[in-house]
């Protein structure tokens, strides 16, 4: 018989077994912690080195407090904006990021010709004048690499005054090479102590070492009129540049003419006589750009009705939409309408639809040639070609998209009203419009009126509509001019991308005044419909 004392175990007591399975738990739940906090600080500190390689100092200053932020976050006791950190780092960067390059595009004159620093417009004019040099000698060349460099290692041929000395040439400078550090396969030069012979498919397989290769100029004298640039693998030519820089004077020349160009305040080289250079660079021209909004005739006579019709655009949408909506929402919510639930089906079918597939299904629907309107309707009307005509079909068919939405919206709104309020006005002998004027419209509006401030926001934007249905037409003179149907959100987007002349300093310009107007309109609707909250107190 088994001594029941020695056959006793001991088992743990609950409150060990729970401090266990935490410890357990929090030891999991760390080592995750840290595995997802590490690859996301090893991503920041890549992108934060790709930034300082690039000197990007937004990108530096956005890495810096995202690499801080995350780890002081995930790492703390606070829950909150563990969920808030996320959606703060991309406002950060879709929103306010890109607000803050807009804004500073728009004091400058950024736009085609003036793209890049003026190193890069130093650059461009350097290369746009070279010609190749007539009865040039061939130069027996090799590729070379140190460092991630390339350089040509060049032979002077027969018929030159350094004819059979071997250099490394750079952009900067020739330099020979010593006897002793010279390798040859015994009847020409192949390589140089230190460096790496590149062959054909070294220089093929490495998109860099070809960019180097291929962008390679070796001067010939001090100023660089003449230079060798390679004319394939094993060969080089003598070009002369049509211009040269002066570092010292800061100012190029016209090696044809000995013209002199002088930077002038526009972001250009300027003759004296008045000739100026292209490209530029990139300059701040202050408050041109709003300026001549106002001042400048050609902008100003399409800026004007332009913002007019978007102002015009945007309120007579807002106002049928919603009208419309709240009508159909009334005939729904009435206890005598059979087959609501299918009514109602139907009539958010539009709302389901994007809008590009429905701008075009409408753009050949109202075809003054082929399409179904004017199939059924007598005559030939040309909708989308007539200027008033194409406003009203832009619309028209604005509100066929956007009713379902108040119809959503005003059909919830609706039923949140308590029935008693209609009830007792009835019995006060009020008639069914003057219940509707006095006690549903305003306490619906308490609901209904920051989204119609929304809608005026997004249809004062409305790129996407305007662009599928008329492309911003029909035009009355050039395309970058602006259309009849144009918003200025289309207008400015063909000021900025067109195939010309791109205008992006202007067309950041002409944004940063469209945010300032949706901005200020909706902070003052919206503190009038504070005033709205008094009535359902």
Known sequence: MKNPIMSTTTKPAPDEVVRKKSSTTTAGGLAVKLILVGMIDALLVWALIQSFDAGWTPGIGFFIFALVAVNAVYFSKGIPMKYLLPGLMFLLVYQLLAMFLTAGSSFTNYGTGHLGDKDDAISALLSRGEQPIADSAEYPVVPIEQGGTVSMLVTFPEGTDRAGQTYIGTPESLDPVPPEDLQTDGTKATGVEGYQSLNLGTLSGNADYQ?????????????????????????????????????????????????????????????????????????????????????????????????????????????????????????????????????????????????????????????????????????SVNWLGEPMLARFSVLFVNLWIAYPYFLVVCTGALTAIPGDLKEAAFVDGASGLHAFRTIVLPLLMISVAPLLIASFAFNFNQFALIEYLTGGGPFQGQINEGGSTDLLINWTFRKAFNDTNQQLGLASAISLVIFIIVGTISAISFRYTKKLEEIGA
């Open 211 to 379: 960019q180097q290769w291929t962008d390679l100029r070796v001067p010939l004298d001090e100023l660089a009129i003449t230079f060798l640039k390679a004319s394939s693998i094993f060969e080089a030519k003598e070009f002369q540049s049509g211009f040269v820089y002066n570092e010292a004077d800061d100012t190029m020349t016209d090696t044809r003419t000995d013209t002199v160009y002088t930077p002038n305040s526009s972001g250009n080289f300027e003759s004296a006589e008045g000739q100026i250079l292209q490209p530029g660079w990139i300059v701040g021209v202050g408050f041109e750009n709003y300026k001549s909004l106002i001042s400048d005739p050609t902008i100003r006579n399409n800026f004007i009705p332009i913002l007019i019709w978007t102002f015009v655009f945007a309120f007579m949408t807002v106002l049928t939409t919603f009208a419309l909506g709240l009508l159909l929402a009334i005939v729904m919510n009435d206890r005598r309408m059979r087959g609501q639930k299918y009514y109602r089906v139907v009539l958010i079918l539009p709302y389901a639809m994007p809008i590009f597939l429905t701008a075009i299904l409408w753009k050949g629907m109202l075809n003054v040639d082929f399409g179904i309107i004017n199939q059924i309707l007598p005559g």
